[in-house]
């Protein structure tokens, strides 16, 4: 960087001048000034070097023997035409500060460009049937997704043979105007060399990746539960510049089964008996996932009692199974003859104060 430029003065500006111009470009660009500004914050930092750097004969002396010697890949010269520093911070020009300077203060980091960058997950949905959840399937899901580009392989050029960097017309660098003022920079397509190897990938627009629809199978383990939140790894975006790739989430719907009920891995079903299996006791067949499997009603048996059968029920995340709830529902019969009615009365002689 130009110490003389950024100050606005000519190489050969006397003590006194240096001080003026480092008063009026302070009072502009001060931070307390510029509260929030880092770009005005940035600049006065450099203008304040400058200053240090001139106003000492020593340290002067050596800055015009040595010349200027910007880092590497980082060089922005200014130049300065007719602009006007002595305006007030608070002025017309003081409102654009940012937007003048934003190129030249932060310039794009051709580095960077190119560090790993994962990529963003994506979400979907899918729904089941409630025997599909119980025994685990696999399901595809139809996702619209960023992936690699196969022509340059994630990285947006592709090699060719060399010449001059058409950009900069092989100067390395390359200039342009913000108002009165004039800034110069490396070229970011030949990084400063000239010289061009490589070109915009033209499968890819020189993004490194391209958009594609495509089926992606996710299996879904036994015993899923409504809502269940699934990952199906690096099936997201692709990532750049060799980053990993996102991953693809997917919320299950289980549908509603017309038979069980599920709580928790517990599966719950209405049992109907009649009136003289619960009096009596019996022997009564219970739905279960594998069919229907007996259940003994002991003699007695109320309306919403409930029976346990161990380990017939959904299974669990841990390998095990939760079990399987019976609750049992009284049907009373239809009585419509004069006999069943006979009977019904002389049972309620017997047992009416039960």
Known sequence: ????????????????????????????????????????????????????????????RAYDSAGVAPPEGAAVTFE???????????????????????????????GEAGRPEPGADIHGALTVSFADAMRGVERQIVVTRQDTCDGCRGLGSVRTPEGRCAPCHGTGKVRWARGHMVFTKSCAACDGSGRQRSQRCGACAGHGRHVRTEAVPVPLPAGVAEGARLRVADCGHAGRYGGRN?????????????????????LCVVMPIGVHDAVLGARVDVPSLEGPVKLRIPPGTQAGQRFRLRDRGAPAANGGRGDLLIEVRIVLPPVVDERGKELVREFGKLYGNV
Do not use: C, W
Request: proline residues 9%; glycine residues 8%; charged residues 25%.
């Open 1 to 60: 960087m130009d110490l003389y430029s950024l100050l606005g003065l000519a190489p050969g500006a006397s003590p006194a001048e240096i001080k003026r111009a480092y008063r009026r470009l302070a009072r502009r660009y001060h931070p307390g000034i510029n509260p929030g500004d880092r770009a005005a914050e940035s600049l006065y930092g450099r203008i304040s070097e400058a200053y240090e750097t001139l106003v000492d004969p020593d340290r002067r």
């Open 80 to 110: 300065f035409t007719g602009f006007d520093f002595s305006a007030g911070a608070h002025g017309p020009q003081a409102a654009t500060f940012t937007e003048l300077f934003a190129e030249a203060l932060h310039p794009p980091s051709h």
């Open 246 to 266: 996102g991953d693809l989430y997917v919320t299950v719907h289980v549908q509603p089964d017309p038979v069980f009920r599920r709580q928790g891995d517990d």
